[in-house]
């Protein structure tokens, strides 16, 4: 493990002192030095909580760049944000210049997949502007392969219906988090599945079976077929990664094993890989991360750089959260301090969700009275079920509040409209897109002309243009007059914007006021006709579309944005109000002060966490590698509590729902013993001797060896 200075890290230092964000920002720290200084052809940086490694990353680039003569295109950089990626870019920008910025590879894993496929696609067999659908379309899918599946009349087919499209999603994605094809799963020699296995593998092979016919495809996709592009057409590779001279990996940890393969596969023609994370922040075993990533990505022969000084904590928040973690299985003891001391963690439980509600609520008007602004505070839960308490807390204390998270642009029904109609312009064949916005706006088109469109564009393969101008043109059945017009000037539409397109496939900003504008779709007033609160959310969400498409002038690209793009959040209000946030959702942000609340044996450790089943090994592309359980409900309290800058509050209660409840083994675990129960209605200390119903049976669960 490295600790001392690298010879040379006088050239980071003075990279940094020379330029003029050294005023502003404080200088490298010997062990980030190190770091941007290595000559490894592998690099680990082990960094923890509040480190500064995307500094230190930062600094690495532009030191290869300035001081080392690598060229910028021989650099690529894959993060798991796009706000990530545009934050580095940015950054590195700041230090060179935004020409050589510009130059470098860099984008998530999805992005950076979905361009080697853009540029390839004939040899990937995709359409040209292939489209990615949602997740919303992606269910569609499901549900339509397993209804077929069951036809009707099958013994017991609603609940099999349902039971299959509610474990469908789930499953698909894990197998293409971790890597398993169609091709794996139709190979005839090899082994037998349990029979749910083998039927859910058949409903995967036929929703694939449905991406490809259409030409699209889901998210999950992306990796796995440009893993595949890259491995099976040397051509490919010869052009994609031959020239990668410098692959760096931002929060490796949470990386999955289809993701793993494909940095392997980047950095496989000779490039230096270094890989920044931090296993104690590895959370996403549901997208099936774990914590081992960054060792596969690196290779055995990996240096280790550690980075230990937290810039961001008291040494009193880092004490409990380094000792909490310290009970995993680990290779290097944890090391982690800031040198700087501020309050004693506030810790103890309540007689029930209410009163601990009330608590909180206490807390924050103290913190509110004290001159701390609300939005430099936040409140943490494990799980959502426990947010309607504390919401109920701070509305009776009139303390302002929004909800972080599930606030996502793209999750927006207006957002999802348009893209289909931004699908429909690049690619006129796409039902999916076409069934969401028949009706949208309101056209009169019942379920009876919908189902003769589709099924007329499946029989004839025509554009759902002309298949409309078809119908119209010789109406049968059961279609009513008023629908035969609605269908004319559907087909208007749809053809002018496909043509729009067509024309000009740099425009993206035309075809969208094509969709808003009244001479076009009109879809702008359909959206704000209500002229109530939603409304005026829905228009203001329109205008971040018109924004985004200045900023992308390809409808494909643009399309790309949207689905990829998946933390674009809604525009808040700036008034200032307490953050209501998930843990999950909390990583990577930070707080003046943090509440955690909910730390009690219904919801820490999570108990839904703790019966998944213990999964295969890395590189077990049916079962994915062991993540998740108690290890990870360690890590996800780690990050929770190294949120926090000045103080850090935790607490849980001993009755939940009703039932008597243990205090979560997380306070014994992390040295934070329960003595005391609070009640800042009574005292403004906490009282002695008021031990709540468990208090003294918090036991630390011994780690596993």
Avoid at 89 to 105: K, M, N, T, V, Y
Avoid at 451 to 473: K, M, S
């Amino acid at each position: 493990m490295v600790t001392a200075v690298d010879r040379e890290s006088v050239c980071a230092l003075d990279l940094f002192s020379q330029h003029e964000s050294a005023k502003t920002e404080p200088a490298l720290s010997e062990d980030q030095a190190a770091v941007v200084n290595a000559t490894e052809a592998s690099v680990i940086v082990m960094a923890g909580a509040g480190t500064g490694k995307t500094r230190t990353l930062v600094a690495r680039v532009s030191h290869l760049i300035a001081k080392r003569g690598v060229k910028p295109e021989a650099i690529t950089i894959a993060t798991f944000t796009n706000k990530a990626a545009k934050e580095i870019r940015e950054r590195i920008a700041h230090f060179l210049d935004i020409g050589s910025a510009s130059r470098i590879q860099m984008g998530t894993f999805h992005s950076l997949a979905a361009r080697i496929l853009r540029r390839h696609h004939k040899t990937a067999g995709l359409p040209k502007h292939f489209t990615i659908i949602d997740d919303d379309d992606a269910l569609r899918l499901i549900k339509s392969c397993v209804e077929r599946h069951f036809p009707e009349g099958t013994p017991g087919r609603a609940d099999k219906v349902d039971r299959y499209i509610s474990a469908l999603p789930t499953v698909i994605r894990r197998w293409k988090c971790w890597g398993l094809t169609v091709a794996e799963i139709e190979d005839a020699e090899r082994p037998r599945r349990s029979e749910e296995e083998e039927r859910l593998a058949q409903f995967y092979v036929a929703y694939q079976f449905e991406l490809d016919r259409r030409g699209v495809m889901d998210f999950g996709d992306l990796v796995v077929r440009a893993s595949a592009l890259l491995r099976d057409h040397p051509e490919v590779a010869d052009v994609e990664i031959g020239g990668i001279g410098h692959l760096l990996v931002d929060e490796a940890q949470d990386a999955n094993q289809a993701q793993v393969e494909l940095a392997r596969l980047l950095a496989s023609r000779g490039a230096c890989v270094m890989v920044v994370g931090d296993v104690d922040q590895s959370i996403y075993s549901f997208q099936g991360g774990y914590p081992e990533a960054m060792d596969h990505i690196a290779g055995e022969n990996a240096r280790v750089y550690p980075l230990t000084i937290n810039r961001r904590c008291t040494d009193e928040i880092l004490a409990p959260a380094v000792k909490l973690v310290g009970w995993n299985r680990r290779k290097f003891p944890k090391s982690l301090a800031s040198g700087t001391s501020g309050e004693r963690v506030q810790h103890g439980l309540y007689g029930g969700e209410r009163e601990e509600a009330w608590a909180v609520a206490a807390r924050l008007a103290e913190l509110a009275k004290a001159g701390q602004k609300y939005d430099d505070i936040a409140v943490l839960v494990r799980s959502a079920f426990v947010i309607p308490t504390i919401e109920e807390g701070l509305l009776k204390a009139k303390i302002p509040y929004e909800l972080a998270g599930g606030a996502s642009l793209v999750d927006r029904e207006e957002v999802r409209d348009i893209a289909a109609y931004m699908r429909l312009a690049v690619n006129p064949w796409d039902d999916l897109a076409f069934q969401r916005i028949v009706n949208r706006p309101t056209r009169q088109l019942g379920p009876v002309a919908e189902h003769a469109l589709v099924d007329q564009h499946l029989a004839t393969g025509e554009p759902f243009h002309e298949v409309c101008a078809r119908i119209a043109a010789n109406p049968q059945g059961r279609i009513v007059p008023e629908a035969v017009e609605a269908l004319k000037r559907l087909s208007n539409l749809l053809e002018a914007l496909h043509r729009a397109h067509a024309h000009a496939e740099e425009d993206t900003a035309t075809i969208l006021e094509f969709v808003l504008r009244p001479e076009g779709v009109g879809y702008e007033d359909f959206a704000g006709k209500a002229g109530n609160r939603a409304a005026k959310r829905r228009v203001e969400n329109l205008n971040v579309l018109r924004r985004i498409a200045n900023e992308e002038p390809s409808a494909p690209l643009f399309l790309e944005r949207l689905v990829l793009g998946g933390e674009i959040a809604i525009e808040r209000s700036k008034r200032g109000a307490v953050t209501i946030s998930t843990m999950h959702a909390s990583k990577g942000l930070e707080w003046d002060h943090v509440l955690c609340v909910g730390v009690d044996s219904a919801v820490v450790p999570s108990p839904r966490a703790l019966r998944e089943p213990v999964r295969g090994k890395a590189g077990d592309r049916w079962f994915g590698p062991s993540a998740g359980g108690m290890e990870e409900e360690r890590r996800l309290v780690h990050v929770a509590f190294t949120r926090a800058r000045k103080s850090l509050w935790v607490s849980g209660a001993s009755i939940r729902n009703g039932r008597a409840v243990n205090p979560s083994p997380f306070f014994a675990e992390s040295g934070l013993t329960i003595d005391s129960f609070f009640d800042p209605f009574v005292d403004d200390k906490p009282k002695a001797g008021m031990r709540g119903k468990g208090f003294s049976r918090a036991k630390p669960i011994a780690p596993v060896l």
